[in-house]
């Protein structure tokens, strides 16, 4: 067996773990995004798709966040985040506007 791949010198491995925490950590400010959006939006069409958007990233974080390999830091971070878009996501949903 030749010896581990690497690209720019780094393990592979590791650069693939580095983007899947990078693909989280900026789902996460998608979502939080779009809820911004949603918000912002006077256009029941554009808040309901925001919205949705926002909750497939929350979908997305929550299947993924177990098999990423975060650091604490990391790890409180993108927590932080999915407190907001959860709490976010189940104002809105009390809060439907026509």
Request: without cysteine; positive net charge.
């Amino acid at each position: 067996m030749g010896p581990h791949p690497t690209l720019m010198g780094r393990p592979l491995d590791q650069q693939i773990q580095q983007a899947r925490v990078n693909f989280l950590l900026n789902d996460a400010d998608v979502a939080l995004t779009m809820l911004d959006i949603a918000d912002g939006t006077q256009i029941p069409e554009n808040r309901s798709r925001a919205r949705s958007v926002a909750a497939q990233a929350y979908s997305t974080i929550t299947r993924f966040m177990p098999r990423s390999q975060l650091t604490s830091e990391q790890h409180a971070i993108l927590n932080e985040k999915l407190s907001m878009i959860r709490m976010r996501l189940h104002i809105h949903a009390g809060s439907q506007k026509p």
